[in-house]
């Protein structure tokens, strides 16, 4: 950053300090760390977000928009269901690197769990998970160890 780009984010921060107060935007800056994946999470989460949109046949930019729906709904509910269990990241940094509200992760999360074998979109759904779980988790080893 160039010293006159400097002077105007301090400038952008002064004025939403004094808007919001400096309590808040603080808070804010610090939540910041806690959301932020890192880089090795990153490189996971991108791992399974590939070979999930593989499987599904769509791209992975259609996995992370918001209005891609179908396919592109159930891909991103898989990724997020494999993510919580084979990434250590919280359901608010993955709500983060998607770009959604926490509450629609912990209500897709909450789903898989209540999902019975017996109903068949559940089954249909396990069933594709049990398929990629094995073939991310190798994915996955490549990059890093996991438990």
Known sequence: MQGKEIFKAVQQIHNIMRKHG???????????????????????????????????????????????????????????????????????????YFNRHNSVIYKAIKEFRNMDRTHKRDREFLNIKDILEPIVRKQLESITPIN
């Open 22 to 96: 400096a309590k808040n935007v603080l808070s804010k800056l610090q939540q910041l760390d806690t959301y932020d994946c890192s880089k090795t999470e990153a490189e996971q989460i991108d791992c399974i977000v590939s070979e999930v949109a593989k499987y599904y046949q769509v791209t992975a930019p259609s996995i992370f928009a918001t209005k891609e729906r179908g396919k592109c709904s159930e891909a991103r509910k898989m990724c997020w269901v494999l993510i919580c269990q084979l990434v250590m990241v919280s359901e608010i940094q993955i709500a983060w």
